[in-house]
């Protein structure tokens, strides 16, 4: 079993950065792909990036050039670094890590970029 937790959310003005950090603990040495995931109010939850155990990375075109994902796998923490944020980027931020079991979730971290 893996337990995620995120942090790095906050308030930021747009053209703003932020850097998410998702640690995981329990069984690290099982996951293969991570991801972000994000979910604003009324929408459904959407991709935002994803990394596999070694390093290929994934973008949604909406962040693509923007934001990026990366892991460390000596300290069992995935993060992603948000640059030039926009008001529409606002959402609560989930990772995502994935095992041949099971997909786990952390609680979320919330972002809020002001316009």
């Known amino acids: 079993q893996v337990q995620l937790v995120e942090s790095g959310g906050g308030l930021v003005q747009a053209g703003g950065s932020l850097r998410l950090s998702c640690a995981a603990s329990?069984?690290?040495?099982?996951?293969?792909?991570m991801g972000w995931y994000r979910q604003a109010p009324g929408k459904q939850r959407e991709l935002v990036a994803t990394?596999?155990?070694?390093?290929?990375?994934n973008y949604a075109d909406s962040v693509k050039g923007r934001f990026t994902i990366f892991r460390d796998n000596d300290r069992n923490t995935m993060y992603l670094q948000m640059k030039s944020l926009k008001p529409e980027d606002t959402a609560a931020y989930y990772c995502?890590?994935?095992?041949?079991?099971?997909?786990?979730w952390g609680q979320g971290t919330q972002v809020t970029v002001s316009s």
């Open positions: 990394i596999t155990r070694d390093g290929l990375t």
């Open positions: 329990g069984s690290f040495f099982r996951i293969n792909d």
């Open positions: 995502k890590a994935s095992t041949i079991e099971s997909a786990n």
